[in-house]
């Protein structure tokens, strides 16, 4: 098959040059797995050859009080493409991780845990899925194909799965897995979601896929390997505020035109310029529709397509 690329875009405004490749990585707390983390990304993208040839990581610190800013202030003294975001103090998952994607530059723009759970290496197969015409390829631990190393605690596991059947009722019919913290997207269809998005909690990955379902943008589910790793920060009162923050989102975007912002919020002194409002640049569309992300063992010509609603 031959892949399709689109030619780098011209600089953002500000005059910084674009790259290839944009790897957001949110962190609050992550004193003990951040430096590895940001080190076995950097080591894949030095030899990543012509594919990243131009690449960027941006740590977003997320408010934390331990040592988490400081080391990912010496990650980018050793590496100067890797660059430091601090918010000042907690406000959410997803508050760090659209901090992240606004600053960022990428043709296209990688979201990725601390902890590793999905190897870097996996990037490869959701970069294929955008060079066949995808505007988004997720991560998905659902499906037989997907590769589990180390799985979680029976009691996480279950409660994982009911939110998700409840998310796909709620939000996103037929996306298995919402919730995996590995997520390519093309750069400038990501900024113009971001820039839209209100949700600053864990369900944030949700109100962004209704984003590009709405604007026709088509996403695929992607199986990767991952591991469970110690240290998680969801606790389980936090099940109940995703499905809390994902009927918000239902409320919030159900009828409303794509590329229409919800109720404003305040902007953050530190947020790009602009970044809270609705002055966001119309994006050309990819394909008609959205093609609902199928189980990662059927074949591609039996998916269906669907629009916003999932029918």
Not at 213 to 226: C, D, I, S, Y
Not at 253 to 264: D, E, F, I, L, S
Request: proline share 8%; with cysteine.
């Amino acid at each position: 098959m031959t892949s399709r690329r689109a030619a780098v875009p011209p600089p953002r405004p500000g005059g910084r040059s674009p790259v290839e490749l944009s790897v957001v990585i949110p962190a609050y707390n992550e004193e003990a797995r951040l430096r590895d983390g940001v080190a076995e990304v950097c080591r894949y993208l030095r030899a990543g050859g012509d594919r990243w040839e131009r690449w960027e990581v941006i740590v977003v610190d997320d408010g934390s009080t331990d040592t988490t800013a400081a080391l990912a202030a010496r990650a980018a003294a050793d590496e100067p493409r890797v660059r430091l975001i601090r918010t000042g103090v907690n406000r959410g998952k997803g508050h760090a991780v659209r901090r992240g994607v606004l600053a960022s530059r990428g043709r296209r723009v990688l979201f990725c845990d601390a902890d590793g759970a999905t190897p870097i290496e996996e990037l490869a197969r959701l970069a294929d899925r955008l060079d066949e015409g995808y505007a988004a390829a997720i991560g998905s631990r659902a499906g037989p194909a997907a590769r589990i190393e180390v799985r979680q605690h029976p009691v996480r596991e279950l409660l994982g799965k009911a939110g998700n059947r409840l998310i796909q009722v709620l939000a996103v019919p037929g996306v298995r897995d919402t919730q995996c913290g590995f997520k390519l997207f093309d750069g400038d269809k990501a900024r113009a979601a971001f820039a839209l998005a209100r949700t600053d909690g864990w369900g944030f990955d949700v109100e962004i896929l209704r984003h590009f379902r709405a604007r026709g943008w088509p996403v695929a589910e992607v199986p990767v390997r991952w591991a469970h790793r110690a240290g998680s920060k969801v606790g389980p009162l936090d099940y109940a505020r995703v499905v809390a923050e994902v009927v918000a989102v239902r409320i919030r975007t159900t009828g409303r035109a794509p590329g229409v912002p919800g109720p404003r919020r305040s902007r953050d002194p530190e947020e790009p310029a602009g970044s809270a409002g609705p002055d966001v640049p119309d994006v050309p569309d990819g394909r008609e529709g959205t093609e609902s992300p199928a189980d990662p063992e059927t074949p591609a010509g039996q998916r269906s397509t669907t629009r916003e609603n999932g029918r």
